[in-house]
């Protein structure tokens, strides 16, 4: 049954097989070596090529920011974007899947451009890159597809997730104004944390 479908819960195991929870969990866990993981999410399953570009941009960026890390850090800026919904449809509860004690940890990873999303890469167009150029920015290549390398990726939306977990909003204006309460409640400190945890990615 696990074998079919690894998201069963062990109370649907149960009521199938006609057996109580707990003995479902013993023989799931003591007798079949199983545990239930979550998957773990990457940010893109990555072909060699981009490996290797990767690589070489982190350790350009790891370069230009050693040379002075206090000027490094006084001018550096970025942007994102998280789509927040009314209600997320998959918990990472409702996502775990059985697997045996040999069996390496399922990954997922995001592919698809969401529904209505405008993917435009703004930072490299000719208007964009003229003025940050005429107000002094120098523009910082980004390996594609790390959102794990970008600081709201790796830091500030996985905390607002967690923030915003298993909670229902019925209007747009009531998941705008929980997004500002979180983002108003978290101090200066909270924020260097994610930017200055570069380095060490």
């Known amino acids: 049954m696990v ?5 069963l819960s062990s109370r649907q195991i149960a009521t199938r097989m006609g057996i109580s929870q707990e003995r479902a969990v013993n023989i799931l866990t003591n007798e079949l070596g199983m545990s239930k993981v ?16 990767r690589r070489t941009m982190s350790a350009e960026n790891l370069e230009l920011f050693e ?11 970025t942007v994102d974007e998280f789509w927040v919904h009314h209600y997320q449809l998959e918990t990472k509860e409702q996502s ?14 995001k592919v698809t451009v969401s529904a209505g999303k405008d993917n435009a890469p703004a930072h490299t167009s000719v208007v964009v890159m003229a003025k940050s150029h005429d107000c002094g920015f120098q ?4 390996p594609p597809y790390s959102p794990d390398l970008a600081p709201s990726d790796s830091h500030l939306f996985p905390n607002l997730k967690k923030y915003l977990a298993g ?9 705008m104004d929980a997004v500002d309460t979180y983002l108003q409640d978290q101090d200066s400190e909270f924020y260097n944390r994610g930017i200055k945890a570069l380095q060490h990615r």
């Open 167 to 175: 909670r229902r909003f019925t209007t747009d204006d009531e998941v």
């Open 139 to 142: 523009l910082i290549l980004h």
């Open 38 to 53: 979550s998957a773990r999410w990457v940010p893109r399953l990555f072909t060699p090529d981009q490996k290797r570009t």
């Open 3 to 7: 074998m079919e479908d690894r998201r």
């Open 96 to 109: 775990k899947q059985w697997k045996h004690a040999s069996s390496p940890t399922p990954k997922k990873a």
């Open 67 to 77: 040379a002075d890390p206090e000027d490094f850090m006084a001018r550096f800026v």
